[in-house]
T-cell receptor, first 117, second 113 residues
């Protein structure tokens, strides 16, 4: 079974600075997908970024980028130029293909990020 | 607007009183899932469905039932709720083919006393 670990329960960062959230996972699979989801106080789950394991290039979405280290089974999220609206819970998640269990996501425990003005 | 809807958003009930949380999606997605979110544990899959009349257990199915009679709807049924089912519940849907993004509903906060 896959496990996902987020070792930082809480983090804070000053507005406009950069912060990195850590995620490690355990799997014997070679092909899989990794995701970061954001959950603001509204509780809505919002996809931030995704990475296919077969792609060596790290995914980037505007101010959000990942550092994907397949051999180390590490998938960290970097947020540049942090904004107050980035304050949220962030979840790292793993999906294993061939797609089974309705595209089941295995989530980490989450990191609560606070951006301070 | 493409969306997943859940009702109710908040529910307080008592032990043993049957309840249903509805979920509906308007994106013609084949796959639908229910997750529960608990502090420190992230989200865990309860049940999933890969098509009409096709459902199966996820990681934490005990105490729950589901049905998929129509493609758009996937209700979650708690026939005899207990306090350990107090949680935040999410319905999600996705296509059976790539890019496999899960679309989540707004969540249902359930309290069982």
């Amino acid at each position: 079974a896959q496990t996902v670990t987020q070792s930082q329960p809480e983090m804070s960062v000053q507005e406009a600075e950069t912060v990195t959230l850590s995620c490690t996972y355990d799997t014997s699979e070679n092909n899989y997908y990794l995701f970061w989801y954001k959950q603001p106080p509204s509780r809505q789950m919002i996809l931030v970024i995704r990475q296919e394991a077969y792609k060596q290039q790290n995914a980037t979405e505007n101010r959000f980028s990942v550092n994907f280290q397949k051999a180390a089974k590490s998938f960290s999220l970097k947020i540049s130029d942090s904004q107050l609206g980035d304050t949220a819970m962030y979840f790292c998640a793993f999906m294993k293909p061939p797609i089974r269990a309705g595209n089941m996501l295995t989530f980490g425990g989450g990191t609560r990020l606070m951006v301070k003005p | 607007e493409a969306q997943v809807t859940q009702n109710p958003r908040y529910l307080i009930t008592v032990t043993g009183k049957k309840l249903t949380v509805t979920c509906s999606q308007n994106m013609n997605h084949e796959y639908m899932s229910w997750y529960r979110q608990d502090p420190g544990l992230g989200l865990r899959q309860i049940y999933y469905s890969m098509n009409v009349e096709v459902t199966d257990k996820g990681d934490v199915p005990e105490g729950y039932k589901v049905s998929r009679k129509e493609k758009r709807n996937f209700p979650l049924i708690l026939e005899s709720p207990s306090p350990n089912q107090t949680s935040l519940y999410f319905c999600a849907s996705s296509l059976s083919t790539g890019p496999h993004e899960q679309y989540f509903g707004p969540g249902t906060r359930l309290t069982v006393t």
